[in-house]
T-cell receptor, first 116, second 117 residues
Framework: GQQLNQSPQSMFIQEGEDVSMNCTSSSIFNTWLWYKQDPGEGPVLLIALYKAGELTSNGRLTAQFGITRKDSFLNISASIPSDVGIYFCAGQSSNAGGTSYGKLTFGQGTILTVHP | GAVVSQHPSRVICKSGTSVKIECRSLDFQATTMFWYRQFPKQSLMLMATSNEGSKATYEQGVEKDKFLINHASLTLSTLTVTSAHPEDSSFYIC?????????????FGEGSWLTVV
């Protein structure tokens, strides 16, 4: 089945540094999503990408949908302590009306620690 | 604010009993919802797809008789863990796709911690 490889598994950085994480897949996805999860809570959507090559920003976050549709990256600039958490990439292979509509495949997660 | 809500957020039950977890989409209809399970420090694993008006679709290895799913309305799906055992203790999360102009966005509930004692 489809698998997403997310890296790095963990990162320890100083406040103010930039962060980059990425996901690659053996299969094509039509949508890439990036989520942040705090301990004991559900994932919160950060950025959604719908088109190959799309580059989208949300505040200090920037994400891109790879041109091959098999990869995506997320950058966080000028990190702050509240950026701490687990970041997940997720891919969706079907658009609206498809049999897998809304069904996500997740990466393994990147644990981010930010030191003040 | 939240667009998908789960209840309860935490539940403790005795081994052998059943527990029901609700997932609601707020302000939009969801003909399909998804149930995930997450163990500590691991990723989310899809358990089943909840379909309004029809039977749920279960992922390989998930016991449908143990994890009963009912999509009662276009805004509510329930997951019932039957005859719970300690190994069923986990974090259960639901999601629902919300259609948008450029594509659907999948939102998650807050999650439900189940502890079976």
């Amino acid at each position: 089945g489809q698998q997403l490889n997310q890296s790095p598994q963990s990162m320890f950085i100083q406040e103010g540094e930039d962060v980059s994480m990425n996901c690659t897949s053996s299969s094509i996805f039509n949508t890439w999503l990036w989520y942040k999860q705090d301990p004991g809570e559900g994932p919160v959507l950060l950025i959604a990408l719908y088109k190959a090559g799309e580059l989208t920003s949300n505040g200090r976050l920037t994400a891109q949908f790879g041109i091959t549709r098999k990869d995506s990256f997320l950058n966080i600039s000028a990190s702050i302590p509240s950026d701490v958490g687990i970041y997940f990439c997720a891919g969706q292979s079907s658009n609206a009306g498809g049999t897998s509509y809304g069904k996500l495949t997740f990466g393994q997660g990147t644990i981010l620690t930010v030191h003040p | 604010g939240a667009v998908v809500s789960q209840h309860p957020s935490r539940v403790i039950c005795k081994s052998g009993t059943s527990v029901k977890i609700e997932c609601r989409s707020l302000d939009f209809q969801a003909t399909t919802m998804f149930w995930y399970r997450q163990f500590p420090k691991q990723s989310l694993m899809l358990m089943a797809t909840s379909n309004e008006g029809s039977k749920a679709t279960y992922e390989q290895g998930v016991e449908k008789d143990k994890f009963l799913i009912n999509h009662a309305s276009l805004t509510l799906s329930t997951l019932t863990v039957t005859s719970a055992h300690p190994e069923d203790s986990s974090f259960y999360i639901c999601s629902a796709p919300q259609p948008g102009a450029t594509g659907n966005t999948i939102y998650f509930g807050e999650g439900s911690w189940l502890t079976v004692v």
